[in-house]
């Protein structure tokens, strides 16, 4: 997850670097969304292990519902724990909103930052090959 991290803010970086006119003016491709650090609360409460799991499962669920309204680009677990969220909505606000009802978040069991985060319209294109 690091390296898929790394990858993707210094191949944003690049792409920023290298997106100007020949006034060194930023193109008007430059899209803005909001990276949320998720981040283990040392101080998270001790939960029994069958309501971490249903917190873990609404927190999965609360992902796939942001998928479906288009809200979230991106997301995944740190390997020491933790994770990122990349979400597409206007304000700032806005995201702190939304991972503030992630069950997770509402738990105590993770503490988030929100930053703005830039970077070139369709920087987030995948393309999935098939195996033959």
């Known amino acids: 997850?690091?390296?898929?991290?790394?990858?993707?803010?210094?191949?944003s970086a690049a792409l920023l670097s290298n997106a100007q006119d020949e006034q060194g003016n930023p193109p008007n491709e430059i899209v803005k969304y909001y990276f949320i650090e998720l981040i283990t609360n040392p101080d998270k409460p001790d939960l029994p292990k069958m309501q971490v799991d249903s917190i873990q499962r609404e927190h999965m669920k609360n992902i796939n519902q942001m998928v479906v309204d288009n809200q979230l680009m991106?997301?995944?677990p740190?390997?020491?724990g933790g994770g990122i969220f990349i979400v597409n909505v206007k304000t700032i606000e806005e995201a702190e909103a939304l991972v503030?009802?992630?069950p997770a978040v509402k738990s105590g069991r993770l503490l988030?930052?929100?930053r703005p985060w830039y970077t070139t319209k369709g920087a987030f294109g995948i393309e999935f090959k098939k195996d033959n």
């Open 112 to 114: 988030t930052e929100v």
């Open 74 to 76: 991106l997301a995944g």
């Open 78 to 80: 740190f390997e020491n």
């Open 100 to 102: 503030s009802r992630d």
């Open 1 to 11: 997850m690091k390296k898929l991290l790394l990858t993707l803010l210094l191949t």
